[in-house]
């Protein structure tokens, strides 16, 4: 691994950053308070990143984008982790499986999500079924030369936004020596097709604005040209994602804590207490001494993962380690910064309180701390033939 980056790399961080203070910060408060992204902010953050060419930077030159690698985008995410997610969706990053579009999927889909004329959401987690993927309940059945869909999806992100969702179904079922074990399929569904409802979900503590909906199917019929990849592949096309969005969440949440540090390093050194700067108390600079190296270990953690994807070698417990220690890193950071600010870090006078409340979720969506703490020891232990 090179630890320095070059030129190129150095332009994209500091693009990147530029964009989200300027473009993002300025509409935080807004957000944070009404719960709402406006829709003229919304196409403004859409068209500056276009006009950037910043946007579907994760998808290869040959199809349109930016075609960063896999280090690089994780340095973009980083950047856009310091500000609002609300806001940050509209710097469009399609889903990554939409590569495995076909035919006229291509020109339906694939195409119009890299220019931005299209926005995807992509929907796994049911009400039963969350980490337990294999437990989900909705289904696809066939009836002549189409499918039929029902059931129910739920935590959807970005899908009040979304004009076509990646969903997940099960599409048949496999006995076993560990049991019965369901098949899954992938499905392109555009917003307005029979029997497919987009509501609203629930109303989160972490990152306001960015809202999570409810999708029903009921009796949703779509031809076989709607499925995405093969029949009963979906697994396959699942993990492609999981990769992307684990690193994704490490990456945005070391960005988040960049910025928490930087306030709490700032108000150290400026807040007075006793006659001194309470940055001289060790009580204070032993937490800040703490919070840079956990950091920058979660950092070298997640560009190491994301740096083995470049070059082909296998990252599952890489990325899952990533995951994990970014996620649990940034709620010790904010909680730390939090108790440095002391009773205003509570006020919303300060965003502190809302970096706290963001980062919880963190170590619960694109699989629990759990769940990566399963992959990572399955990962040391497989070989062992334990």
């Known amino acids: 691994m090179h630890f320095g980056l070059n030129e190129e790399q150095e332009m994209i961080v500091s693009t990147v950053r530029s964009f989200v203070e300027n473009e993002i910060y300025p509409h935080e408060a807004v957000v944070e308070r009404t719960g709402e992204v406006p829709p003229d902010v919304a196409q403004a953050i859409k068209q500056k990143t ?20 896999h280090l690089e985008f994780a340095l973009v995410e980083r950047e856009l982790g310091r500000g609002s997610m609300a806001l940050n969706h509209f710097f469009g990053r399609p889903q990554n499986i939409l590569m495995a579009c076909k035919e006229d999927q291509i020109e ?29 309940k909705c289904s696809a059945k066939r009836d002549g030369g189409d499918w039929v869909l029902n059931g129910t999806k739920h935590f959807i992100s970005g899908a009040d936004h979304a004009d076509f969702v990646i969903v997940f179904v099960a599409t048949g079922e496999d006995d076993t020596p560990h049991g019965p074990k369901k098949r899954i399929t992938t499905f392109l569904v555009d917003r307005g097709t029979p029997g497919f409802t987009i509501r609203d979900g629930y109303k989160s503590v972490s990152h306001r604005g960015y809202k999570n909906m409810i999708l029903e199917f009921d009796n949703c019929r779509l031809p076989d040209a709607q499925v995405l990849g093969e029949v009963d592949g979906g697994f396959a096309v699942m993990n492609e994602w999981l990769y992307a969005t684990r690193i994704t969440v490490a ?22 207490q006793f006659g001194q700067q309470i940055g001289k108390y060790q009580g204070i600079s032993f937490q800040l001494a703490d919070m840079i190296t956990e950091i920058d270990a979660a950092e070298h953690l997640t560009m190491a993962a994301a740096w083995r994807l470049d070059q082909g070698l296998p990252a599952n417990r890489e990325i899952a380690s990533a995951k994990l220690y970014a996620s649990e890193m940034l709620a010790r950071v904010t909680d730390a910064t ?3 600010f002391g009773g205003m870090g509570l006020m919303d006078d300060f965003p502190i309180e809302r970096f706290w409340r963001d980062a919880r979720v963190e170590r619960i969506w694109d699989g629990t701390s759990e769940i990566q703490r399963h992959i990572i020891s399955r990962d040391l232990l497989r070989p062992l033939g334990a």
Not at 251 to 272: H, I, P, Q
């Open 108 to 136: 339906r889909y694939l195409t119009p999500a890299i220019r931005g004329e299209k926005m995807d959401a992509l929907a796994m987690t049911e009400p039963d079924a969350g980490s337990d993927v294999r437990g989900m």
């Open 338 to 340: 939090l108790q440095i």
């Open 251 to 272: 990456t945005m949440s070391v960005g988040r804590a960049r910025r928490c540090f930087d306030m709490a390093l700032n108000y150290a050194a400026e807040r007075k």
């Open 50 to 69: 276009i006009d950037l060419g910043f946007y579907a930077c994760n998808f290869p030159e040959s199809v349109g984008g930016a075609g960063l690698s």
